[in-house]
């Protein structure tokens, strides 16, 4: 398969700490999305980054992308209830325009 | 406002009859998107197209068929040989294929 693979695949933390969601794939790569979905809703598109970028910055989210250990990550920092959700990684192989979505985090934050 | 919006929420089916969901954006976008989510599972690829009149299969296209006659639309037909197809069906629309996709609220059909 060459789904994104999340890891792990349930977290728990208590707001204001930190949620670290990782994500490795199979094949080379054109970009790299993070998506977030609430229980029963489509998904929203979190955050973007290219095969040539390391690291990208959105508000509390921070992703890393590693082309050479075909590996990527999530921060979220500070985190609140509401980013309690399912968040997934999807690798887009070459362009090809088909998103691998993997089964997704999901991220339990208890006020 | 600008969104992709489906239809219905909820809907539910008798096994063996056809159904159609629908998918309407007016973003502009070339690209949309069919996808298909079960419980606690990813979303898997049923169908996509990148122009009007041309649309091409995902990895799960069996027992599905679509139609993409205009811009705007990408109605999805589950048809009586998909074998499971109780699921909750998503659609999505991009600028171009390598962009990110903006999502409709989803379907969630039941087969009875």
């Known amino acids: 398969s060459q789904q994104g693979e999340e890891d792990p695949q349930a977290l728990s933390i208590q707001e204001g700490e930190n949620a670290t969601m990782n994500c490795s794939y199979k094949t080379s790569i054109n970009n790299l999305q993070w998506y977030r979905q609430n229980s029963g809703r489509g998904l929203v598109h979190l955050i973007l980054?290219?095969?040539?970028?390391r690291e990208k910055h959105s508000g509390r989210l921070r992703v890393t992308l590693d082309t050479s250990k075909k590996s990527s990550s999530l921060l979220i920092t500070a985190s609140r209830a509401a980013d309690t959700a399912s968040y997934f990684c999807?690798?887009?192989?070459?362009?090809?325009?088909?998103?691998?979505f993997g089964q997704g985090t999901t991220l339990q934050v208890k006020p | 406002d600008g969104g992709i919006t489906q239809s219905p929420k909820y809907l539910f089916r008798k096994e063996g009859q056809n159904v159609t969901l629908s998918c309407e954006q007016n973003?502009?976008?070339?690209?949309m998107y069919w996808y298909r989510q079960d419980p606690g599972q990813g979303l898997r690829l049923i169908y996509y197209s990148q122009i009007v009149n041309d649309f091409q299969k995902g990895d799960i296209a069996e027992g599905y068929s679509v139609s993409r006659e205009k811009k705007e639309s990408f109605p999805l037909t589950v048809t009586s040989a998909q074998k499971n197809p109780t699921a909750f069906y998503l659609c999505a629309s991009s600028m171009m294929g390598n962009n990110e996709q903006f999502f409709g609220p989803g379907t969630r059909l039941t087969v009875l």
């Open positions: 973003l502009n976008h070339d690209a």
């Open positions: 980054i290219r095969s040539n970028e």
């Open positions: 999807a690798p887009l192989p070459g362009n090809t325009g088909k998103l691998i």
